[in-house]
């Protein structure tokens, strides 16, 4: 069976400084894996997917995931962070076997700091 | 180019009533899906549709029912509302492929109380 582990809740940077959003996860086959992300009151927007391609993803506003087998992870960075980066990170796994459907880590509330 | 449009934004209902919730797409994207957020859960799936006519059962199905009768609109039921049906609902839609291997397109949700 699939799973995904946020393995923050919170994440607080400064503005400027690098950011490290941490997913691992377990797939008994070939995963896709996407990281969204939802700012207040809004739905969710891809922000990358990952699906047996390149290991390393890069994404919108400059944030990139890089897939790692050996490891289960999946972790979402980036060089820089931005105030308007402020919002929930989620990280999904599905799977070509229908059977355990998408499923959705917990969220990791990333906060910026001036 | 509105995407996935969620009605109504915000409801509170009563214990025991009923209500549809809207989800309409312009992308003639054939899978369109039902989730709920629940804080500190994440999403979880509660309906899913391959296409016109086609529904079949996510994680979280109970008390709520769902039709697709043409590639545009998805509505989620309510039937019985349950204080445990408080919750954000999203409606999303992907483009054709093998399930879950495409991106989705998300609504703004619906924000529902139940009191």
């Known amino acids: 069976a699939q799973s995904v582990t946020q393995l923050d809740s919170h994440v607080s940077v400064s503005e400027g400084t690098p950011v490290l959003l941490r997913c691992n996860y377990s797939?008994?086959?070939?995963?896709?894996l996407f990281w969204y992300v939802q700012h207040p009151n809004k739905g969710l927007q891809l922000l990358l997917k990952?699906?047996?391609?390149?290991?390393l993803v890069k994404g919108i506003n400059g944030f990139e995931a890089e897939f790692k087998k050996s490891e289960t992870s999946f972790h979402l960075t980036k060089p820089s962070a931005h105030m308007s980066d402020a919002a929930e990170y989620f990280c999904v796994v599905s799977e070509l076997n229908r059977d355990d459907k998408i499923i959705f880590g917990k969220g990791t509330r990333l906060h910026i700091l001036p | 180019n509105a995407g996935v449009t969620q009605t109504p934004k915000f409801r509170i209902l009563k214990i025991g009533q009923s209500m549809t919730l809207q989800c309409t797409q312009d992308?003639?994207?054939?899978?369109m899906y039902w989730y709920r957020q629940d804080p500190g859960m994440g999403l979880k799936l509660i309906y899913y549709s391959v296409g016109a006519g086609i529904t079949d059962k996510g994680e979280v199905p109970n008390g709520y029912n769902v039709s697709r009768s043409t590639t545009e609109d998805f509505p989620l039921r309510l039937e019985l509302a349950a204080p445990s049906q408080t919750s954000v609902y999203f409606c999303?839609?992907?483009?054709?492929?093998?399930?879950?291997?495409?991106?989705?397109?998300f609504g703004d949700g619906t924000r529902l109380s139940i009191l």
């Open positions: 992308m003639n994207h054939n899978y």
């Open positions: 797939s008994s086959y070939s995963p896709s």
């Open positions: 990952y699906t047996s391609a390149a290991t």
């Open positions: 999303a839609s992907s483009d054709t492929g093998v399930f879950g291997n495409q991106p989705q397109h």
